[in-house]
């Protein structure tokens, strides 16, 4: 894009009698060439409550994108102040908010992610969901903190954004804690459960049995065909699995419906199939090796 192309577009956020339709082409070509030079009117959009919300949640994504600094401290100033919904518009100030809290993770930084934690204890669920997500975009080691402090919080009603996030972050200190809840019979919460195990096989390999056996175990609690499936794909990426984990398995699918129990052992048998594929490889080879010798 030439200089000339790009003050154009930049004359557009400027300008109050653009179309919104215009103003939000315009800040998502800023926002995608990184523009330095949008930042500061983008502040401004994104501070000017008399702005449709729609435009100001793709200025306050775009100022993500961009990445600049100067842009942490007017974006947890918006987040902060206390404005009220316009009911003329169809967004709602907590959609500007939420945009203005991944662009916050996107920023990172210390005084971003000391923003973001706060903004987990915000009156609204949506951002609170908001928050634990771009702290896991953040990847840095204090929003792991942040985050444990609020799993499994009575209040913090957003378990599997949390368990997401520490996915996203690949930290060791969430595997017991992940642990713990995959473990414990009196959470059936289907959706939070599938987020954990996926979480926890992003996070490490020192545990593999104990993860394994704890997904295999919420799988049979809740009749979950995906934690089997998460399961699976698991021990896919092994070299070798004990004999007693796929006693475990068919322990575990043994409690579930008919038709459940079909499809996990189906899955089961694949990864059988598999892993003796994977042992035979080598023997293969070195009878090729062995025949070799011979001939010569």
């Known amino acids: 894009m030439t200089k000339d192309e790009t003050f154009e577009l930049l004359e ?14 315009a800040i998502r070509q800023l926002g995608n060439m990184k523009e330095i030079m949008a930042v500061e009117p983008l ?9 449709s919300p729609l435009v100001r949640i793709v200025a306050a994504s775009a100022l993500g994108s961009i990445g600049h600094k100067g842009a942490v401290e007017p974006l947890i100033k918006v987040l902060e102040q206390n404005e009220k919904d316009n009911e003329v518009f169809s967004w709602s100030i907590n959609d500007v908010r939420v945009s203005i809290v991944f662009a916050l993770g996107d920023l990172g ?19 609170r969901w908001a928050a634990a997500s771009a702290l896991g975009k953040t990847k840095s080691p ?12 009575p209040v913090f009603d957003n378990d599997d954004a949390i368990a997401s996030a520490l996915g996203v972050l690949e930290d060791e200190k969430a595997v017991e804690p992940l642990l713990q809840y995959l473990n414990d019979e009196k959470n059936k919460n289907r959706r939070t459960l599938e ?3 996926l979480a926890l096989t992003k996070i490490s390999d020192k545990y593999d049995e104990k993860i394994a056996t704890a997904i295999i175990a919420a799988a049979s609690r809740v009749n979950s065909n995906y934690l089997m499936e998460i399961y699976v794909d698991y021990q896919k990426n092994k070299t070798s699995i004990k004999s007693n984990m796929y006693d475990e398995a068919e322990k575990g699918i043994s409690h579930m419906p008919s038709e459940q129990r079909k499809w996990a052992t189906n899955k089961l048998t694949e990864l059988r199939k598999k892993e003796q594929l994977t042992t035979l490889i080598p023997i293969k080879k070195q009878d090729e090796t062995e025949n070799e010798k011979i001939r010569i």
């Open 12 to 25: 557009i956020l400027k300008s109050t009698g653009q179309s919104d339709e215009n103003r939000i082409d």
């Open 43 to 51: 502040i401004r959009i994104v501070s000017n409550s008399y702005n």
């Open 109 to 127: 930084g210390d005084r971003a992610i000391s923003s973001l934690t706060k903004t987990l204890d915000d009156e609204i669920g949506q951002v």
């Open 195 to 197: 987020t954990v195990a």
């Open 142 to 153: 204090r929003a792991v903190d942040s985050l444990l402090r609020k799993f499994k919080d």
